[in-house]
């Protein structure tokens, strides 16, 4: 049981460059959601996804857009990378029949925009 | 807007110490949870604490929630290399079908030998 799976686990973009990272889950969850992580801040929520065919934006949106493709996948996409963007991605699902569930994380994508 | 806020952010201690984490939090939420990162790796769920004076222990982690103080804490008991790793609380925010978290910034733990 493969759990959250994110593509590529390395990618190293030049300012301007665009890119999406893939994230696909295999716990028949509802809720998806994109977080990054930056020293000294915690993980920050970017946008997540209630159910398949919805998305909503969270704490730190802009520069990027998603896609929730089915209820398995829920991609994240850098359309104009700017260093700023140089983080830890996680991405993460949980259960909506357990509001309370906890999340369920991916290993991350370490992104260097130069 | 909800804010989380840990301290202390980085903690030192000797093996066989104990000692406590503290996470408050702005606004109203009926779930906290606490995480665990190692180095390069990703968050491993360790509590959920959904009510007012729920504590729950696991080995020498034992963590607790007071909602009326909007703080939870996580105490370390005789604390073991092991246990060196970052903590993360987070809380649950209201709205919509979803769990979304807001996490705290973290508390880097190094147990020292």
């Given at each position: ?114 | ?7 202390p952010l980085f903690l030192s ?94 508390t880097l733990?190094a147990?020292?030998?």
């Amino acid at each position: 049981n493969a759990g959250v799976t994110q593509t590529p686990k390395f990618q190293v973009l030049k300012t301007g460059q665009s890119m999406t990272l893939q994230c696909a889950q295999d716990m028949n969850h509802n809720s998806m959601y994109w977080y990054r992580q930056d020293p000294g801040m915690g993980l920050r929520l970017i946008y997540y996804s209630a159910s398949e065919g919805t998305t909503d934006k969270g704490e730190v949106p802009n520069g990027y857009n998603v896609s929730r493709l089915n209820k398995r996948e829920f991609s994240l996409r850098l359309e104009s990378a700017a260093p700023s963007q140089t983080s830890v991605y996680f991405c993460a699902s949980s259960d909506y029949r357990g509001l309370n569930s906890p999340l369920h994380f991916g290993n991350g994508t370490r992104l260097t925009v130069t | 807007e909800l804010k989380v806020e840990q301290n202390p952010l980085f903690l030192s201690m000797q093996e066989g110490k104990n000692y406590t984490i503290y996470c408050n939090y702005s606004t109203t939420s009926d779930r906290l949870y606490w995480y665990r990162q190692d180095p390069g790796k990703s968050l491993e769920s360790l509590f959920v604490l959904l009510s007012n004076g729920a504590v729950k222990q696991e080995g020498r982690l034992m963590a607790s929630l007071d909602t009326k103080a909007r703080l939870s804490t996580l105490h370390i008991t005789a604390a073991v290399h092991d246990l060196s790793a970052t903590y993360f609380c987070a809380v649950g925010s209201y709205g919509g079908a979803t769990n979304k978290l807001i996490f705290g910034t973290g508390t880097l733990l190094a147990v020292q030998p």
